[in-house]
Nanobody, 115 residues
Framework: QVQVVESGGGLVQPGGSLRLSCAASGYFFSIGIMGWYRRTPGKQRELVADITTSDRTNYADSVKGRFTISRDNAKNTVFLQMNSLKPEDTAVYYC?????????WGQGTLVAVSE
């Protein structure tokens, strides 16, 4: 009923930029907080950033000042602008969409930061 699809991942050089997009579609009454998580092998999934319906944002310390999360409520879409990328940002990034009844997750998009 609800689909969450990420896009925009890829290979980028250190110091470069990438913009991730996540669109929620299907049937749901409303969407609350939307966020981005990431996972690397051997590590727990970690919150990168999230954003409320009123555009209040929250960032992991490791990305603060470099990443910017935003959303378009009319399009049920959340974005993650990633600047000054570092090799340690390499991960699979997952979009999380909260609804009144459940959380929906995307399948992930790979971000690889390397020369």
């Amino acid at each position: 009923q609800v689909q969450v699809v990420e896009s925009g991942g890829g290979l980028v050089q250190p110091g470069g930029s990438l913009r991730l997009s996540c669109a929620a579609s299907g049937y749901f009454f409303s969407i609350g907080i939307m966020g981005w998580y990431r996972r690397t092998p051997g590590k727990q999934r970690e919150l990168v950033a999230d954003i409320t319906t009123s555009d209040r944002t929250n960032y992991a310390d490791s990305v603060k000042g470099r990443f910017t999360i935003s959303r378009d409520n009319a399009k049920n879409t959340v974005f993650l602008q990633m600047n000054s990328l570092k090799p340690e940002d390499t991960a699979v990034y997952y979009c999380n969409v909260k609804t009144p009844r459940f959380d929906a997750w995307g399948q992930g998009t790979l971000v690889a930061v390397s020369e």
